[in-house]
């Protein structure tokens, strides 16, 4: 998060870790993509304002990772240009790392998308973004909960207050491939699987 | 009593039953079975209908919001 610049054509830096930044449209990924990055996407209040991609990196920890900002997308199964989009760079960078945003006043449609990302087989991390918002209309989201049913790790973020954000990026290296069925295992409450996340920051939920 | 959504009234409120369209689409974006709706604007001809679902406005053709089933709960009147 010390170093960031931003560019139109992905050139890879040896080593790095790329991250796709993906989510429902309208739900912060370029005002989060602006905040890690330095740089300076469109970030508008209303949907797709993101059509084409961007991409730019941080170093965190000494790691780089090169962030692309994904056009936002409702499902894996698109339904317009936009999410062809999303999809085809999903397919182009099978070994990515993919961060799902979540609008936190709307946690469930954007979990939509994320278990799909999840059948993938992609590693994962999900950033519940504008908490702020949520706050505002007394909407709370239990991360620790979210983060021990989906097994992956779960931050929250205020994308315009940069809150969380510095911890996002901390956490990204924690990223990992979720187990589906053990998602829906914990949901039904059968085999008591309450084993910490695997590098968890001491949420306290744990 | 269940009726097409596209029945449901002006600020009456329902619980979704059945969808005999392709679910896919309107499950990704929020609406899915045993959600409670509220109907915010319905257009004739072809549309939009408009339905809040907690804090989610999704917005549907006519021709879908025939295809749902929903089971109303309250008239909002």
């Known amino acids: 998060m010390t170093e ?31 905040r890690m990055t330095g740089a300076n996407a469109v970030v508008s209040n ?54 799902v945003v ?26 519940v973004n504008m908490m702020d918002a949520a706050h505002e209309k007394k909407i709370t989201v239990d991360i620790a909960a979210l983060q021990r049913l989906l097994g992956v790790p779960v931050v929250s973020t205020t994308a315009t207050s940069g809150e969380g954000v510095r911890n996002l990026a901390e956490m990204l290296r924690k990223a990992q491939v979720a187990d589906i069925g053990a998602i829906a295992e914990r949901l039904h409450g059968e085999g008591q699987a309450r084993e910490s996340v695997r590098g968890c920051d001491g949420c306290g939920g744990c | 009593m269940q009726i097409k959504l596209s029945d449901l009234p002006f600020g009456a409120t329902a619980i979704v039953r059945e969808i005999r369209t392709s679910a896919h689409n309107l499950n990704c974006m929020g609406l899915r079975i ?22 989610l406005e999704i917005a549907m053709g006519l021709e879908t919001a025939e295809q749902i089933v929903v089971e109303t709960t309250g008239t909002g009147a």
């Not at chain 1, 992905?10 to 993509?33: C, H, Q, R, W, Y």
């Not at chain 1, 979540?102 to 950033?127: F, H, N, Q, S, W």
């Not at chain 2, 409670?36 to 001809?45: A, G, R, S, W």
């Open chain 1, 102 to 127: 979540l609008d936190a006043t709307k946690t469930d449609r954007g979990l939509y998308v994320a278990l799909e990302v999840m059948e993938r087989g992609m590693p994962c991390i999900v950033a």
């Open chain 1, 46 to 99: 209303y949907p797709g304002t993101t059509v084409d991609f961007m991409s730019g990196t941080f170093i965190e920890s000494g790691h780089i990772y090169t962030i692309i900002d994904v056009p936002g997308t409702y499902s894996l199964e698109p339904r317009d240009a936009a999410e062809e989009v999303a999809v085809r760079m999903l397919r182009d960078h099978p070994d990515a790392t993919v961060m």
């Open chain 2, 34 to 55: 045993g959600k409670e709706l509220k109907m915010v604007t319905k257009q004739p001809i072809k549309g939009p209908v408009v339905v809040l679902i907690g804090e």
């Open chain 1, 4 to 34: 960031g610049k931003a560019e139109k054509n992905i050139d890879l830096p040896e080593g790095g870790t790329i991250v796709l930044m993906l989510g429902n449209p309208n739900v912060g990924k370029s005002a989060l993509f602006n």
